[in-house]
């Protein structure tokens, strides 16, 4: 079974291999100034909430919010 899993995974990982091969190779028009500002807004969202959890992560742990339960 675990042979299996490996097979078909890999199987995926070449599959995706080929499609961004392909992807990044054929002839074409350039990404147009749409895409590019898309992108840059994706990018600059992903870093304000990734950025945002983490500084959270931090606060929760410096305040003790993670700590177990004590019972008095």
């Known amino acids: 079974m675990r042979t299996l ?3 078909v ?3 995926l990982l070449a599959g995706v291999g080929y499609f961004a091969y392909s992807g990044m190779t054929v002839p074409g ?3 147009p100034a749409q895409g590019y500002i898309a992108l840059t807004l994706g ?3 992903s870093l304000i909430v990734g ?3 983490m500084a959270l992560l931090f606060f929760s ?3 003790g919010y993670d700590e177990p339960p004590r019972y008095k």
Request: aromatic content about 6%; glycine content about 6%.
């Open 61 to 63: 742990s410096r305040r």
């Open 9 to 11: 995974l890999l199987a």
């Open 43 to 45: 990018v600059v969202f």
């Open 5 to 7: 899993l490996i097979v």
């Open 29 to 31: 028009e350039a990404m």
């Open 51 to 53: 950025i945002g959890l």
